[in-house]
T-cell receptor, first 118, second 111 residues
Framework: GAVVSQHPSWVICKSGTSVKIECRSL??????MFWYRQFPKQSLMLMAT?????????EQGVEKDKFLINHASLTLSTLTVTSAHPEDSSFYIC??????????????FGSGTRLTVV | QKEVEQDPGPLSVPEGAIVSLNCTYS??????FMWYRQYSRKGPELLMY????GNKEDGRFTAQVDKSSKYISLFIRDSQPSDSATYLC???????????FGAGTRLAVHP
């Protein structure tokens, strides 16, 4: 089945530094990837949609300059949290979509990254 | 009004009980309906997906979609403590459109 690998699984960084999170589709090519943010006991909030080779589409209220998304290849998307602050601490999850809908309609999720900014 | 409404619970049931989870939605254009299970600090994993209206069964899980009522359900039979997790409904227009999630229902199955 489709597998999405997300790294790191957790990261602690100092306030003001930048953190990069990687999302890789291991056995399929992902033309579209989605980045979500999830606060404790809340649902997933879509941050942006990225398509290979083009700029990401950000949801309303999400700062483009703070959350940089790059989808340079069909198997890799990265989310960089720039100048991180404690309020950016959250659980970040990526989802990849195959070109051809799979049995699960192609929405496969990574295992998530817990970011803590101190 | 949110596009997808889901009672966040928590829902606590004894082992062996039948669990009923549901969501309502407002956009009649949604075509694909999914249920995800999420354990604490993990990414969501797909349990069931259904296209348009109808029922789908997979082991102890049954998903139902009633597009006329804009209502979807997930039933878990013979619930187990290992079913304790948050269950998220999600739906999409189709194609490569984004998923719209419900708030998630926290389920606890106690022995």
């Amino acid at each position: 089945g489709a597998v999405v690998s997300q790294h790191p699984s957790w990261v602690i960084c100092k306030s003001g530094t930048s953190v990069k999170i990687e999302c890789r589709s291991l056995d399929f090519q992902a033309t579209t990837m989605f980045w979500y943010r999830q606060f404790p006991k809340q649902s997933l909030m879509l941050m942006a949609t990225s398509n290979e080779g083009s700029k990401a589409t950000y949801e309303q209220g999400v700062e483009k300059d703070k959350f940089l998304i790059n989808h340079a290849s069909l198997t890799l998307s990265t989310l960089t949290v720039t100048s991180a602050h404690p309020e950016d601490s959250s659980f970040y999850i990526c989802s990849a979509h195959d070109r051809v809908p799979l049995g699960n309609y192609g929405y496969t999720f990574g295992s998530g990254t817990r970011l803590t900014v101190v | 009004q949110k596009e997808v409404e889901q009672d966040p619970g928590p829902l606590s049931v004894p082992e062996g009980a039948i669990v009923s989870l549901n969501c309502t939605y407002s956009n009649s254009a949604f075509q694909y309906f999914m249920w995800y299970r999420q354990y604490s600090r993990k990414g969501p994993e797909l349990l069931m997906y259904t296209y348009s209206s109808g029922n789908k069964e997979d082991g102890r899980f049954t998903a139902q979609v009633d597009k006329s009522s804009k209502y979807i359900s997930l039933f878990i039979r013979d619930s187990q403590p290992s079913d304790s997790a948050t269950y998220l409904c999600a739906m999409t227009l189709g194609g490569y459109n984004k998923l719209i999630f419900g708030a998630g229902t926290r389920l606890a199955v106690h022995p």
